[in-house]
């Protein structure tokens, strides 16, 4: 069967559902909640009546999935701010009721990361700010008031990746639908069918409760050639990308304006100040999020040769499993393909993907032992120039590597970052090192004393975001990342004092 008439006969099937009354598969099975607020429909009712293609945001075309997306900024615009308080909260409440099934759906097509974290990722996509991030700003004088407003773009075009789908997408639609936009995705292509349920889902319900169609898009089986339609498309205001060097790469090419959540390779620096066991438990705790996909998780640990062997033997207390040199060497043999130097120089590593937010008892495998059930991390002693330290490798172990000094322990830091500006850690109560580290990474998120997810609020003040925008230093996203500030000015007048 071709995909045309794949994509015809799903088209139909949405269709006659609709006019049964009904809705497709996926949507029935996540409610969405009863509506609190009026929605801006003025009465309207909007009981079962599907979208004009009966698609529910599911394209297989991207200049029809941009096109509807246009479509549906205009009916937001219209329906006002109520609609958008009303789509934030269906989303919230169907990502936290779906948890376990959307969480499952992610882990059973990407084969990377762990379930509890799956489903907790989506559980927590109420932490995500809304509408109430969009307080203008006044000034008042002699000369009158003038108002700056927050207000939207139109289109935004997304780019997830395979690490945190659904929650990546959740997340945006929350931030960028407050901001009253609407936005198209072209999700990773190995985390696609996932995403398009849940942006059916989201659809059936938000044209359910507010009437308005397509709010979110989706290519139903993206591609780089999708990907180019979709910047190029007349209605896609700016870009939000979410992913590794490529993508944010292909996207500041495009013209437009680019958001970019780019990559990390967040290191750690541990000093003699530190609780030992705190600083272990916060290690393991962030390294074995997901397996370590999190693009803020820590990756390699510099820790001062007067605690190394302390901060590892409580690491080994807390549950990590230690490997020795031997098994190292055949674990990295195995996760890594190193292209030789050409006249002697120095090799090339990549990342083997078999081995991407694999379980520990995977890499275990590989590295010739058996673990414990149960066992979150791995971790050894390396030197700094070990592909696991080199490498954004997105696995459950971490390299330690002993530093002499502060100084030497900030420089390496700096070293495995690559500039990429994106999160560091440190463990230390030393006000000096706290600072001095601070001001050399330059990251993005600077975490003390506290595992990586306390600088998404997990335990840290804050809110969350499943796109940290770093090379282009937006930071956190939230709502007014995606909005045009506009000034409105009374001269003279309205002033009331
Ligand atoms: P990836 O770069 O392989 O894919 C991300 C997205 O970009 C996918 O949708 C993919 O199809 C697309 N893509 C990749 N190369 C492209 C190109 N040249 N042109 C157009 N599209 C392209 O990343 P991944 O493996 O899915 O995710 C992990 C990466 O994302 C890591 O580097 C991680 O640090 C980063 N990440 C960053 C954040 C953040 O907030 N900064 C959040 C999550 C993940």
Same mark, same amino acid.
């Given at each position: 069967?071709?995909?045309?008439?794949?994509?015809?006969?799903?088209?139909?099937?949405?269709?006659?559902?609709? +006019?049964?009354?009904?809705?497709?598969?996926?949507?029935?099975?996540?409610?969405?909640? =009863?509506?609190?607020?009026?929605?801006?429909?003025?009465?309207?009712?909007?009981?079962?009546?599907?979208?004009?293609?009966?698609?529910?945001?599911?394209?297989?075309?991207?200049?029809?999935?941009? =096109?509807?997306?246009?479509?549906?900024?205009?009916?937001?615009?219209?329906?006002?701010?109520?609609? +958008?308080?009303?789509?934030?909260? /269906?989303?919230? =409440?169907?990502?936290?009721?779906? &948890?376990?099934?959307?969480?499952?759906?992610?882990?059973?097509?990407?084969? @990377?990361?762990?379930?509890?974290?799956?489903?907790?990722?989506?559980?927590?996509?109420?932490?995500?700010?809304?509408?109430?991030?969009?307080? %203008?700003?006044? +000034?008042?004088?002699?000369?009158?008031?003038?108002?700056?407003?927050?207000?939207?773009?139109?289109?935004?075009?997304?780019?997830?990746?395979?690490?945190?789908?659904?929650?990546?997408?959740?997340?945006?639609?929350?931030?960028?639908? &407050?901001?009253?936009?609407?936005?198209?995705?072209?999700?990773?292509?190995?985390?696609?069918?996932?995403?398009?349920? =849940?942006?059916?889902?989201?659809?059936?319900?938000?044209?359910?409760?507010?009437?308005?169609?397509? @709010?979110?898009?989706? @290519?139903?089986?993206?591609?780089?050639?999708?990907?180019?339609?979709?910047?190029?498309?007349?209605?896609?205001?700016?870009?939000?990308?979410?992913?590794?060097?490529?993508?944010?790469?292909?996207?500041?090419?495009?013209?437009?304006?680019?958001?970019?959540?780019?990559?990390?390779?967040?290191?750690?620096?541990?000093?003699?100040?530190?609780?030992?066991? +705190?600083?272990?438990? &916060?290690?393991?705790?962030?390294?074995?999020?997901?397996?370590?996909?999190?693009? /803020?998780?820590?990756?390699?640990?510099?820790?001062?040769?007067?605690?190394?062997?302390?901060?590892?033997?409580?690491?080994?207390?807390?549950?990590?499993?230690?490997? $020795?040199? &031997?098994?190292?060497?055949?674990? $990295?043999?195995?996760?890594?393909?190193?292209?030789?130097?050409?006249?002697?120089?120095?090799?090339?590593?990549?990342?083997?993907?078999?081995?991407?937010?694999?379980?520990?008892?995977?890499?275990?495998?590989?590295?010739? /032992?058996?673990?414990?059930?149960? $066992?979150?991390?791995?971790?050894?002693?390396?030197?700094?120039?070990?592909?696991?330290?080199?490498?954004?490798?997105?696995? %459950?172990?971490?390299?330690? /590597?002993?530093?002499?000094?502060?100084?030497?322990?900030?420089?390496?830091?700096?070293?495995?970052?690559?500039?990429?500006?994106?999160?560091?850690?440190?463990?230390?109560?030393?006000?000096?090192?706290?600072?001095?580290?601070?001001?050399?990474?330059?990251?993005?998120?600077?975490?003390?004393?506290?595992?990586?997810?306390?600088?998404?609020?997990?335990?840290?003040?804050?809110?969350?975001?499943?796109?940290?925008?770093?090379?282009?230093?937006?930071?956190?996203?939230?709502?007014?990342?995606?909005?045009?500030?506009?000034?409105?000015?009374?001269?003279?007048?309205?002033? @009331?004092?």
């Amino acid at each position: 069967m071709s995909a045309v008439n794949e994509t015809l006969i799903r088209d139909v099937v949405a269709d006659v559902l609709g +006019r049964l009354g009904g809705a497709p598969a996926a949507a029935k099975s996540a409610p969405a909640p =009863a509506p609190k607020a009026d929605c801006g429909c003025n009465g309207k009712s909007h009981a079962a009546t599907p979208g004009a293609r009966g698609k529910f945001g599911v394209f297989a075309d991207a200049n029809e999935a941009c =096109a509807a997306a246009q479509e549906s900024f205009l009916q937001l615009q219209k329906a006002g701010v109520a609609a +958008r308080v009303k789509i934030v909260e /269906i989303v919230k =409440a169907m990502a936290e009721s779906n &948890a376990e099934v959307w969480g499952k759906l992610e882990l059973d097509e990407t084969k @990377i990361g762990r379930l509890d974290h799956k489903v907790e990722k989506l559980k927590i996509i109420k932490l995500v700010p809304g509408v109430e991030w969009l307080r %203008p700003d006044a +000034r008042s004088g002699d000369h009158g008031i003038t108002l700056e407003e927050y207000t939207p773009f139109g289109v935004v075009g997304a780019v997830t990746p395979s690490t945190h789908s659904i929650p990546t997408l959740s997340g945006n639609i929350v931030n960028i639908c &407050a901001a009253g936009n609407a936005v198209v995705f072209n999700p990773h292509p190995s985390a696609a069918r996932c995403a398009a349920v =849940a942006v059916r889902a989201y659809n059936e319900a938000i044209f359910r409760e507010t009437g308005i169609e397509n @709010i979110a898009t989706i @290519i139903e089986k993206p591609s780089m050639e999708s990907f180019a339609a979709m910047c190029k498309h007349e209605a896609v205001r700016i870009l939000l990308v979410t992913g590794g060097p490529g993508v944010v790469k292909a996207a500041m090419q495009t013209g437009k304006r680019a958001i970019c959540a780019g990559p990390g390779n967040p290191p750690v620096y541990v000093d003699d100040t530190a609780c030992m066991k +705190r600083a272990a438990k &916060a290690i393991i705790q962030g390294a074995s999020y997901d397996n370590n996909l999190l693009c /803020i998780g820590e990756k390699e640990v510099f820790a001062l040769e007067n605690i190394a062997d302390k901060l590892m033997s409580q690491m080994e207390q807390n549950g990590a499993v230690r490997l $020795t040199n &031997a098994q190292l060497d055949a674990l $990295t043999k195995a996760a890594f393909t190193i292209t030789p130097g050409q006249g002697g120089g120095c090799g090339h590593a990549s990342v083997n993907k078999d081995f991407i937010g694999k379980d520990p008892i995977v890499l275990a495998k590989a590295a010739g /032992i058996s673990i414990p059930s149960g $066992t979150q991390l791995l971790f050894a002693e390396t030197g700094a120039d070990h592909p696991f330290v080199v490498e954004e490798q997105m696995m %459950p172990f971490l390299p330690i /590597i002993r530093v002499k000094s502060l100084d030497e322990g900030v420089t390496r830091s700096l070293e495995a970052e690559h500039g990429y500006k994106h999160t560091s850690i440190i463990h230390s109560h030393d006000l000096e090192a706290l600072t001095q580290m601070g001001r050399a990474l330059d990251t993005t998120l600077f975490i003390k004393n506290g595992p990586c997810m306390a600088g998404l609020g997990l335990g840290g003040e804050g809110y969350l975001s499943f796109s940290i925008a770093t090379p282009t230093g937006e930071g956190v996203s939230n709502p007014r990342t995606f909005t045009r500030v506009r000034r409105c000015v009374m001269v003279d007048n309205l002033k @009331i004092y």
